[in-house]
């Protein structure tokens, strides 16, 4: 089998390329900022670097066989990668099933099957096109996605290669070069497009890995390029990989133009350094160079790590963090030492053994995954009271003859439109949570009841609300959806209408999404105003920021209550998971003073903080109700939650309409 010439500088650039993920996914901070905002971007120089090394080595067996060995590239691949995958994923399940709730854990298991088959990069993609789906530091097999996206390559790169070689032999130079620039811009269009297709997508990643092919066919070709100051390009390229870290964000168009500057930086390194220059000597220090070794399995082992610890329901502290880091160092030297390693020097003889044991595994892996599904997550390891709150879907709950209510643009939900009162209930995912406790009170009043509920959507008809990535519209809240609403609202005076959501987080600057106005008018402002205009010819019920908590509720109850401890009630009743008011209002407190500004006689006013806070004696908001829980997460309601904020909602429609009984 043939063996590249060791660089041990590339372990060097692998080393600060795994630095700045696990720094990125860490998530440290000094003084408010985020060390290392781009550490993510080292993804992209690993795929410069395999793409280096799978060309070189399938040019150098063509060249010194006149032939390619399809079984021996294939086994080195498989051997490499599955052997230490295989076992963190087979680890991971003893952490998912303490710390995953059920429907965590059946995302999970679904994940254990698209990591195996290397597509979880289109697998996370879907995902993450459903509302409220987890938060992405929060998936453990989540990284996988670019192992998915190396070994699509590996598999498919040959077999093109191969076919291709003899008739472009003397033009490989070009016809890699061009191959970028054609991938490259196949990226931007497919980025700019759908943001986060453009982020998993392989096809968006292959210009990068393609980089290091043609960084392979250089040598190969002894074709370096001359440069006066060529001693300088490998400090310049390092310079750029580090101004990458340091000055770009999750929040850039990724990858994109701009993705060109720490890939230039690799390019640079790889091609441009020599042995006992600056940068030689010091991506060759004894650290960077055993970091590197170490940096398949650190890679693979301190996302789970980090991941499982988030999914217990509370914050990493700083020490929680140093502590973590210790261990993914612990774990990843177990299995480079005893996984990783051992399998490398596997020889080809034993391939059939090998790949009938990771057959049997894989198997087994799969059918645990099956097993999950059809035990809804095993959600028998969690208290019977925490089954229901886990197995609640309020966003689907409103459904008519078109389906789901929630998330349209247009044709929104219309129910006893026979009557000529309406009653509006217009906010974002806060208030859809709300949406069936208000219905089941009052469809059995001549009411007509509309919902127009999207998720990040707020009332604010004057808005366009883009991405800051890409400048496209927000998918649920467009301009015209707004003008969809305002229509039903003015075909329908004398309505009741319900307005909610999430306003601190719409009335502050976001790094995600912005709002453009026409009117050139800031966004309170312009949602006093559109209030105003709507409360002449309607009554208007306006509710309060609803009290959000500073975990997730239900991970904190899984994981405080004791397992083996059959009087819950008791137990929660003993010990409140509280927050503190203070949080509350600090949080809230420009919205509140906002909203306590704006006086109208059609003007009614309904304040969560009554019913879910003590605010005179304990100071403190209250999560859960004995084992009846208020929150499905840290901030959306339960169903129990939303049952004692939409009587109060209802309460108040029935005064306005005067259908209250005496």
């Given at each position: ?10 372990d ?8 700045g ?14 060390v ?14 395999s ?15 006149n ?13 490499r990668i ?45 995902q993450?096109l459903f ?29 093109f ?8 032999k ?10 970028i ?14 943001s ?12 990068e ?10 040598e ?34 990724h ?10 930086g690799?390019?640079?390194?790889i091609h441009?350094i ?10 060759t ?10 940096s398949?399995?650190l ?47 596997l ?5 059939k ?19 999950s ?6 959600e ?26 929630f998330?349209?643009?247009?044709n ?7 009557n ?16 069936h406790s ?8 001549p ?23 890409d ?10 959806s ?18 909610g ?16 106005s026409?009117?050139?008018?800031n ?50 009743n ?23 500004n ?30 009846n829980?208020?929150y ?19 309460n ?11």
């Amino acid at each position: 089998m043939l063996k590249l010439n060791y660089r041990k500088e590339l372990d060097g650039l692998r080393a600060i390329a795994i630095i700045g993920v696990i720094i990125y996914h860490i998530e440290v901070f000094v003084n408010g900022n985020k060390v290392f905002p781009g550490g993510f971007l080292g993804v992209d120089i690993f795929f410069v670097i395999s793409g280096y090394l799978i060309t070189l080595l399938i040019i150098k067996e063509i060249m010194s066989t006149n032939s390619f060995s399809f079984k021996n590239f294939y086994f080195r691949r498989a051997k490499r990668i599955l052997p230490a995958l295989i076992v963190m994923i087979f680890i991971s399940i003893f952490f998912a099933w303490i710390y995953l709730t059920p429907k965590n854990f059946l995302q999970y298991s679904n994940s254990i099957t698209s990591s195996l088959f290397f597509y979880s990069n289109y697998f996370f993609y879907f995902q993450d096109l459903f509302y409220n789906s987890e938060d992405s530091l929060l998936k453990p097999l989540l990284h996988t996605w670019s192992l998915a996206v190396e070994e699509q390559f590996y598999i498919f790169f040959p077999i093109f290669f191969l076919t291709i070689y003899g008739i472009i032999k003397k033009k490989l130079i070009i016809f890699f070069t061009t191959l970028i620039f054609v991938c490259f811009v196949g990226a931007i269009f497919i980025t700019y497009s759908n943001s986060t297709l453009g982020f998993y997508s392989n096809f968006s990643r292959l210009w990068e890995v393609l980089f290091g092919s043609l960084l392979a066919v250089l040598e190969v070709k002894n074709k370096k390029i001359n440069f006066k100051y060529d001693w300088f390009l490998p400090v310049l390229g390092f310079l750029l990989i580090i101004f990458s870290y340091i000055y770009f964000d999750k929040y850039m168009i990724h990858p994109s133009h701009l993705t060109l500057i720490p890939i230039l930086g690799t390019f640079m390194i790889i091609h441009f350094i020599k042995v006992n220059d600056l940068t030689y000597n010091f991506l060759t220090i004894k650290f960077f160079s055993k970091i590197g070794l170490w940096s398949y399995s650190l890679y693979l082992w301190h996302y789970p790590i980090f991941a499982f610890a988030r999914n217990r329901g509370k914050d990493l502290s700083e020490y929680d963090k140093i502590e973590l880091l210790g261990f993914t160092f612990f774990v990843s030297l177990i299995s480079y030492y005893l996984v990783e390693k051992p399998f490398r020097k596997l020889s080809l003889k034993k391939s059939k053994i090998f790949y009938t044991v990771v057959l049997l595994l894989s198997i087994l892996l799969i059918s645990f995954s099956y097993k999950s599904k059809n035990n809804n997550g095993f959600e028998d390891r969690i208290h019977v009271f925490l089954k229901n709150t886990t197995r609640e879907n309020l966003w689907e709950k409103m459904t008519d003859q078109q389906g789901v209510c929630f998330e349209r643009n247009s044709n929104f939900c219309s129910f006893n439109s026979i009557n000529k009162r309406s009653v509006f209930l217009i906010g974002d995912s806060h208030v859809e949570v709300l949406n069936h406790s208000i219905y089941s009170r009052i469809k059995s009043y001549p009411l007509n009841y509309v919902s127009a509920n999207r998720g990040g959507c707020i009332y604010l008809p004057n808005f366009e609300k883009r991405y800051i990535k890409d400048n496209n519209e927000y998918h649920n809240c467009t301009l015209e959806s707004k003008k969809n609403i305002d229509r039903l609202i003015g075909d329908k005076k004398d309505s009741i209408i319900i307005i909610g959501g999430d306003f601190q987080a719409h009335f502050s600057d976001t790094l995600e999404w912005k709002y453009i106005s026409k009117n050139n008018k800031n966004i309170m402002d312009s949602f006093k105003d559109s209030l105003n205009e709507i409360l002449e010819n309607n009554k208007v019920i306006l509710v309060y920021p609803i009290p959000a908590a500073k975990f997730d509720v239900v991970k904190k109850i899984m994981n405080e209550v004791p397992k083996n401890n059959f009087k819950a009630t008791e137990y929660l009743n003993k010990n409140k998971i509280t927050t503190d008011y203070s949080y509350y209002l600090k949080r809230n407190k420009r919205v509140v003073n906002f909203f306590e500004n704006i006086k109208h006689p059609n003007l009614y006013k309904i304040y969560p903080d009554q019913i879910f806070c003590d605010k005179i004696v304990q100071k403190k908001c209250f999560t859960h109700e004995g084992k009846n829980i208020f929150y499905s997460d840290k901030h959306h309601l339960s169903f129990f939650g939303a049952e004692k904020l939409a009587k109060k909602i209802f309460n108040q429609i029935l005064e306005i309409n005067n259908l209250a009984k005496n």
